[in-house]
């Protein structure tokens, strides 16, 4: 496709279900990362990927949240047992290249899936 | 990563030139400044990067001063479509760096008619 994808683009889950977050990145692109954005508030990193490889999950906030890129394009967020304080929008972004948050390498975001948690 | 502020909401008019200034005192050497612009219901988009002096492309133009110490994003002759959070980064290219970018709240800029 032409840019990131994110599915679903809304998910209203009961507190205590498990969520599936899928995100498919543009094709081609090594790096792929997760954020989380809480209303009102600039996204938060959570983890990041070059290829399969997950090389910073620094940022998950429990261990009820799993990331995962098996073949190195699609991945999936699951996050257990979910609480209210989960509620945000997941935002996936790639990028071309290896990862810096300098010069190049832009990243591309997608347009979120809203998770709401009652 | 070097901690940047800004405004937290600017208004301005069509057709008007906004400046939005941002403050990074302790921006590091190898730092880069970037902003990333940001509609509702979609994710970030980056705008422009930079990282001395003045930065230009088809959409804004960045200017670093000599310090590095600010920025400032320039939107030329706003239009409505302009409104928006807008986010100033700044990251640096260190191999131990996995490229994750650091948002603080960003501007929000209302443009009205």
């Known amino acids: 496709g032409a840019g990131v994808s994110q599915s679903p683009r809304y998910k209203v889950a009961k507190r205590g279900q498990d969520v599936a977050l899928r995100c498919d990145p543009i094709s081609g692109h090594v790096s792929l990362f997760w954020y989380q954005q809480a209303l009102g508030q600039g996204p938060e990193f959570l983890t990041y990927f070059q290829n399969e490889a997950q090389l910073d999950k620094s940022g998950l906030p429990s261990d009820r949240f799993f990331a995962e890129r098996p073949e190195g394009s699609v991945s999936t967020l699951k996050i257990q047992r979910t609480q209210q304080e989960d509620s945000a929008v997941y935002l996936c972004a790639s990028s071309l290249g290896l990862a810096t948050s300098g010069g190049g390498n832009e990243q591309f975001f997608g347009p979120g899936t809203r998770l709401t948690v009652l | 990563l070097a901690k940047t502020t800004q405004p937290i909401s600017m208004d301005s008019y069509e057709g008007q030139e906004v400046n939005i200034t941002c403050s990074h005192n302790?921006?590091?050497?190898?730092?880069?400044i970037t902003w990333y612009q940001q509609f509702p219901s979609q994710g970030p988009r980056f705008i422009i990067q930079?990282?001395?002096t003045k930065v230009t492309n088809e959409v804004a133009s960045l200017f670093i001063p000599a310090d590095r110490k600010s920025s400032t994003l320039s939107l030329p002759r706003v239009s409505l479509s302009d409104t928006a959070v807008y986010y100033c980064l700044v990251g640096d290219k260190h191999p131990s760096n996995t490229g994750k970018l650091i948002f603080g709240q960003g501007t929000t800029l209302q443009v009205k008619p």
């Open positions: 302790n921006i590091a050497t190898n730092d880069y």
């Open positions: 930079g990282y001395k």
